[in-house]
């Protein structure tokens, strides 16, 4: 009696089991954690990057990265130190950038100068639009010319006119 409650027993457990395995062999174990779009893999990266926007007269801008990371559908920086020529020479440069759509997020203790004016501009984040030369934020930032110094909550800085449009500013002129 005592062998055929075993073999029961064995029968069942291995019933059991087997009703386990095909329960686990229906679920796909990463549909709870991946979803679309969660994750970016990157199609490229480069280290030490130094790169020039030329055509066949003019150098138009000077890019030094200390790494850049090829995405679908965007770029990535770190340590981005841009030069633009243009009208007047700028400098731009932060703790990281995007680059999407002809525009240039920077992002993280984000530094921008003309070389020319002596104008500073200091904030965590601007954005350079490519197409219409500006500048602007909508983060606390920082002006500084000179001696002069204004602070405020958003900005747009054209940088062919060196037009500057900003809300929420406080300034402090020095003569």
């Known amino acids: 009696m005592d062998r055929a409650l075993a073999i029961k027993i064995f029968y069942f457990v291995v ?12 679920q796909n174990p990463y549909d709870h954690t991946l979803e679309d779009g969660n994750i970016k893999v990157a199609n490229m990266q480069a280290d030490g990057v130094v790169s020039y926007d030329i055509n066949a007269t003019n150098t ?4 030094i990265s200390s790494s850049v ?14 030069t633009f020529i243009q ?18 997020t920077f992002i993280g203790d984000v530094k921008y100068l003309n070389l020319v004016t002596n104008l500073r501009y200091n904030s965590s984040e601007i954005l350079y639009g490519s197409a219409e030369k500006i500048l602007l934020s909508n983060y606390p930032f920082e002006l500084i010319q000179n001696r002069d110094k ?18 929420g500013v406080k300034g402090w002129f020095y003569r």
């Open 15 to 26: 019933a059991l089991f087997s009703m386990s395995v095909v329960a686990l062999m229906l």
């Open 60 to 63: 138009y801008a000077k890019f």
């Open 69 to 82: 990371i090829a995405y679908d559908d965007y770029n990535k920086f770190i340590n981005p130190d841009i």
């Open 87 to 104: 009208k007047d020479t700028h400098n731009i440069n932060a703790n990281e950038a995007i680059y999407k759509d002809d525009n240039i």
């Open 150 to 167: 204004i602070l405020g909550n958003s900005v747009i800085y054209e940088l062919d006119s060196n037009h500057i449009t900003a809300k």
